[in-house]
């Protein structure tokens, strides 16, 4: 099959390798459907990080919708052909930190997730043709077939970093949020910022499409780039101050203060 591997800063190569087999009775062996591109995944092909990831061998990809091909005889949930969805990391679902909500910091799996390298578990990855998915007691989800394959690849990874993100934010009704970064995380974030009932959303980024789509989800859209941002900012916050930020930037530099 073929599967994508990085070999460093912007040098991503697919490859042809074996097919993947199931050796693990507490695992299965996924056909993907379907899989996607992370703004996570930018880091790697970016080569931010660089030193985690061991060259030629460690693959991509953390989003995935797919059809089970074959279940390890400890395996009770799923059976071959069931349509399945992911969480982008690996938890085993007993330990503290699983118990308190943490998955992605599992204890038994050292932190793995999908696609980030040796520290990260040393686990296939979502870019490729199959893989393997250990403890699939506890991670993937059947996935309804009416869902389009789009809408189930958010399931992964995006929709419940939006989710998570408004839950600890704890905005309350009325209350006024500044959201730096609208890309397609943001926008879900904003989704669910306006569902619970925020006051004013100030939705900040420097791609006008993605300041037209929060705009017509009811955001005020403001681009920073523009030398008056701040005065428009003033002007269009008419009443109230920003008393919380979601910010989905993922870069150094959107967390410096000026």
Known sequence: MRALFDYGPEDIRATNIQDPRL???????????????????????????????????????????????????????????????????????DCYMCNVGQTAHCETTNKAVYGFGVPFGDLNGTHAEALILPMPTRTPSRCPTQFQIRAGLMLSCNLPSAIIANKLAD??????????????????????????????VVAMDKVAHRLSVAAKKGAVPINPSDSDWMEKHSRKQARGVLTKSLKWLGIPKGYRWH
């Open 23 to 93: 050796n693990d009775d507490h695992a299965m062996l996924v056909e993907v459907s379907a899989t996607s591109i992370c703004g996570s995944d930018l880091h790697v092909y970016r080569g931010v990080l660089d030193s985690m990831m061991e060259k030629g061998r460690s693959q991509t990809g953390h989003e995935l919708i797919g059809r089970v091909k074959e279940i390890g005889k400890d395996v009770g949930r799923f059976k071959p052909g069931d349509r399945v969805s992911m969480a982008y990391s690996c938890s085993c679902g």
């Open 171 to 200: 905005i309350a009704p009325g209350e006024n949020v500044a959201l730096i970064g609208c890309g397609p995380t943001g926008l879900m974030c904003l989704d669910i910022a306006l569902q619970k009932s925020a006051g004013t």
